[in-house]
């Protein structure tokens, strides 16, 4: 019992010191960010990504000098500014200037869901990976590339500010993309617990998954739907 209790402190005390050291590299990509280089680099890696996305999950992954944090945070932002535009035209379409304003929490609520979801994901596999350390950077930015194709479904949907008809592509495209981050997802977690079996590793995956929607319900009542 107390053995359990002390792995829990251990592990507390380690989210606490990750989660100080992740707000501080936040904070110094922001502060350091040439906007025009990064998207330059953005690019670049989006392209090898459709060329070669395992071995490139696997480099972010495996990396500890955090050199792919400021891609996953700027395809973060885009991901954040894509949801921002359509939620916003949205809701003005809908309530008009005056009775949109009132309606504001629920469009931060909506910009707030990929970043929680994000969290939500890096947290659990930091607490479950024990043998493979990482830090929470790494995890975070593994998992937002993994979800490079739900961010371009994002951008792609904002064609639906031009006519609603185009839903009928932009739903399916959604779709398929969310399909395939899973997929992308399972070989990134994979890569940051250093397991080679899959027989072994799929029942971790599983348990990532449960747990995420264990917090997904109980974000759920906040509103926010990661």
């Known amino acids: 019992m107390e053995e359990n209790e002390e792995k829990f402190k251990v592990d507390?005390?380690?989210?606490?010191?990750?989660?100080?050291?992740?707000?501080?590299k936040v904070k110094e990509s922001v502060k350091g960010v040439n906007i025009k280089e990064e998207t330059k680099h953005t690019k670049g890696f989006v392209t090898e990504?459709?060329?070669?996305p395992l071995e490139k999950i696997?480099?972010?992954?495996?990396d500890d000098s955090g050199k792919y944090f400021k891609t996953a945070l700027f395809l973060l932002v885009i991901w954040v500014l894509a949801i921002f535009i359509e939620s916003s035209y949205s809701t003005i379409s809908l309530w008009g200037f005056a009775?949109?304003?009132?309606?504001?929490?629920?469009?931060?609520?909506k910009i707030a869901a990929p970043i929680i979801?994000?969290?939500?994901?890096?947290?659990?596999?930091l607490l479950l990976n024990k043998d493979?350390?990482?830090?929470?950077?790494?995890?975070?930015?593994?998992?937002?590339?993994?979800y490079l194709p739900t961010i371009i479904a994002s951008v792609v949907s904002l064609l639906t500010l031009i006519s609603s008809n185009i839903s009928r592509i932009t739903i399916p495209f959604a779709n398929l993309c969310f399909a395939v981050s899973i997929v992308?997802?399972?070989?990134?977690?994979?890569?940051?617990?250093?397991?080679?079996?899959?027989?072994?590793f799929i029942k971790k995956f599983v348990l990532i998954q449960a747990l995420y929607q264990v917090a997904y319900i109980v974000i759920r009542l906040l509103g926010i739907y990661i």
Do not use: H, P, Q, W
């Not at 949109?100 to 609520?109: D, E």
């Open 12 to 24: 507390t005390e380690n989210l606490k010191n990750e989660t100080v050291e992740t707000a501080k």
């Open 132 to 146: 493979n350390k990482k830090s929470l950077t790494t995890i975070i930015s593994t998992v937002t590339v993994c």
């Open 117 to 125: 979801g994000i969290l939500v994901y890096a947290v659990i596999a």
């Open 184 to 200: 992308l997802s399972y070989f990134g977690f994979k890569a940051v617990f250093g397991n080679k079996e899959d027989n072994e």
């Open 99 to 109: 009775r949109a304003f009132k309606n504001i929490l629920n469009v931060i609520k």
């Open 49 to 52: 990504m459709f060329k070669k």
């Open 58 to 62: 696997k480099e972010v992954a495996e």
